[in-house]
């Protein structure tokens, strides 16, 4: 693997351009999917902290087609990069909860499209079945593939609190599947869970290097309006603890430099609108965000995988 000069972490958009050799963009895609914790398989009410409309934009909805939503995103990001290509990223609620036959109509679809070149799909980790990884192995090998996990804790404690409706043991085995058929694999954690220490998030480096992923999300937890977590804040602040933006740059530069050093790092905050808030956000962009994190990983010379212990 190639590193830019100077860089203090492995950024995930030099590794599509690594992967891919162009430019590309990611366009969210709403297929109408559910989650197995809504429909009653394992759990009703989804997680307690989820609300979709805190990251799908507005053309991503169900009225319209993976093609007229895909077309409708080339649109807006064309303006500004005319030469861009696309990867199709199945994003809002569980993207491999369907039938095999409504799964693979979904994503050749969205291949089909002129301009996407390959697909990121985000699902949970009790949603993989055998017969999904085998159509998945053999796409990978004609486009680019990234299986994105939604783990959000480590701890099986947590994960019953906020109902996930899924184990960490679950988590590792979907990922180990994944992987064994050459698949990369994305994982998504939340920082900040309540109940969950400053060491405990950090002993999640730990475990999260531990295990053949390719690529990791963080994102700091926000409250949303009308959720039970929020809810849960109202009633019981006392187990929570919200980061300062400040507090949260230093968590994050702790948790990097405990991660192995080949980790692939997308994304460190999420920013959902003001209007959707229970508590107020940090009024900072997520590009702010990135400045404000590399200037302090300069001050304090941080580097991924400084404290990795293999």
Not at 85 to 104: G, H, I, R, V
Not at 139 to 161: C, K, M, P, Q, W
Not at 293 to 302: E, F, G, N, S, V
Request: proline share 4%; hydrophobic share 35%; net charge neutral.
């Amino acid at each position: 693997m190639r590193f830019r000069k100077m860089e203090r972490y492995n950024e995930y958009g030099f590794w599509l351009k690594e992967q891919l050799g162009v430019k590309v963009q990611k366009i969210s895609l709403n297929a109408g999917f559910t989650c197995p914790n809504r429909d009653g398989r394992v759990g009703m009410g989804g997680c307690t902290y989820c609300n979709n409309q805190t990251f799908n934009p507005d053309y991503c909805v169900t009225e319209k087609t993976i093609t007229q939503q895909l077309e409708e995103g080339k649109r807006f990001f064309s303006r500004k990069y005319p030469d861009m290509k696309y990867l199709a990223y199945f994003q809002a609620y569980t993207n491999t909860y369907d039938s095999l036959q409504n799964l693979k109509a979904k994503y050749e679809e969205a291949l089909s499209v002129p301009d996407v070149v390959g697909l990121v799909i985000g699902t949970r980790p009790d949603c993989m079945p055998n017969d999904l990884l085998d159509y998945l192995e053999e796409l990978n090998h004609r486009t680019f593939l990234l299986v994105e996990y939604g783990i959000e804790s480590i701890y099986d404690a947590t994960l019953l609190r906020i109902n996930r409706g899924h184990t960490h043991a679950q988590s590792v085995d979907a990922i180990t599947r994944t992987a064994a058929r050459g698949i990369p694999v994305g994982a998504h954690l939340i920082l900040g869970l309540p109940g969950e220490s400053r060491e405990a998030i950090l002993s999640s480096a730990d475990t999260l290097s531990s295990l053949p992923i390719t690529t990791l999300k963080l994102h700091q937890l926000q409250l949303i309006k009308g959720t039970r977590m929020a809810q849960d804040y109202a009633e019981r602040p006392s187990d929570f603890h919200l980061f300062s933006p400040d507090e949260y740059i230093d968590l994050v530069i702790d948790f990097i430099e405990r991660l192995r050093p080949n980790l692939i790092l997308e994304r460190f905050v999420s920013q959902s609108p003001s209007s959707l808030l229970a508590i107020s956000g940090w009024g900072l962009k997520n590009h702010e965000f990135v400045d404000c994190l590399r200037a302090r990983m300069k001050a304090r010379d941080a580097h991924q995988g400084r404290l990795h212990s293999s």
